[in-house]
């Protein structure tokens, strides 16, 4: 099996800083793309940055310039820098991974997993 584990939630005032991680562990041939995705209550999960494991990235306009995902392959971990934080900004994170396992010896199959989220609350 394999496990995302977040950290580097909590509460920052508008306008200030913080720092995810999620590192994943477990039964790992390798892992192609990670990403962060965040719900708010009451609303649709959505996309806040994936990369690739040759660290090309998106965003969506609502993040872009003010939030950088960067990951280290050879720790299986993915990270998001979040600056200038709003309180719209205010949203369980949780990541993703797409995790390609070598089965039987000598199948490699791919899976998408997820962490368990972490709260980010801006406010003042």
């Known amino acids: 099996q394999v496990q995302l584990v977040e950290s580097g939630g909590g509460l920052v005032q508008p306008g200030g800083s913080l720092r995810l991680s999620c590192a994943a562990s477990g039964s790992i041939f390798f892992i192609s793309t990670m990403g962060w995705y965040r719900q708010a209550p009451g609303k649709q999960r959505e996309l806040v940055a994936t990369i690739s494991r040759d660290g090309s990235t998106n965003y969506p306009d609502s993040v872009k310039g003010r939030f950088t995902i960067s990951r280290d392959n050879a720790k299986n971990t993915v990270y998001l820098q979040m600056n200038s934080l709003k309180p719209e900004d205010t949203a369980v994170y949780s990541c993703?991974?797409?995790?390609?396992?070598?089965?039987?010896?000598?199948?490699?199959?791919?899976?998408?997993?997820w962490g368990q989220g972490t709260q980010v609350t801006v406010s003042s």
């Open positions: 993703n991974a797409d995790v390609a396992r070598l089965v039987a010896g000598t199948t490699v199959r791919n899976y998408n997993y």
